[in-house]
Each structure stands twice: as structure tokens, then as C-alpha cells.
């Protein structure tokens, strides 16, 4: 465990903390890590009546830059993390 949550991890989880009003759960499983953020809003969820166009994505763009932060927040790209399988 000392291995993958480092000092600087912790650091970068509490950095990710501090941008939700909600709370944030984290999972190791294997090579996984999953992570819960439960800010009481319905997350990509596509809405009908908007077009899935330049303008439609806008509402998702957060929340997928979001997900790619994270990423690299953690260094999670580095070849520790990655899927040996790959």
C-alpha cells in the first residue's frame, strides 16, 4: 500500500476534496482505483431535450475533464498503475 498511496497521493486526495460540497469515497481493488463523488447531482446523465452537439456537450465537459484530472492528479498514467495485460 506504501507503494501506490504516497504522501503526494494523499496530498492530491485532499486537494480533490476540497473542490466538492459532497463526500468522496475511494476503493482499491487490484489495479483498480474507483472513486465516488457524491455532490447530490445526477452526472452524466444525458437530458432529452438537449442535442448531443458542440453546445449539448458543454453540460458534460466538466465532469469528463474531471475525470481526467484525476488521472493525472494521481499519476495514475504511470506504468505502476497500468494493466500489465495491456
Do not use: Q
Amino acid at each position: 500500500a506504501f507503494y501506490i498511496v504516497t504522501p503526494k497521493m494523499i496530498e492530491s486526495i485532499h486537494k480533490l476534496e476540497e473542490n466538492f460540497s459532497g463526500s468522496l469515497s475511494m476503493l482499491w481493488r487490484k489495479n483498480e482505483l474507483i472513486i465516488a463523488i457524491n455532490d447530490s447531482r445526477n452526472t452524466l446523465e444525458p437530458k432529452i431535450n438537449i442535442p448531443l452537439d458542440t453546445e449539448g456537450i458543454k453540460h458534460y465537459k466538466k465532469d469528463i475533464d474531471l475525470m481526467a484530472n484525476i488521472i493525472t492528479l494521481f499519476n495514475l498514467d504511470k506504468s505502476k498503475f497500468l494493466n500489465e495485460d495491456e
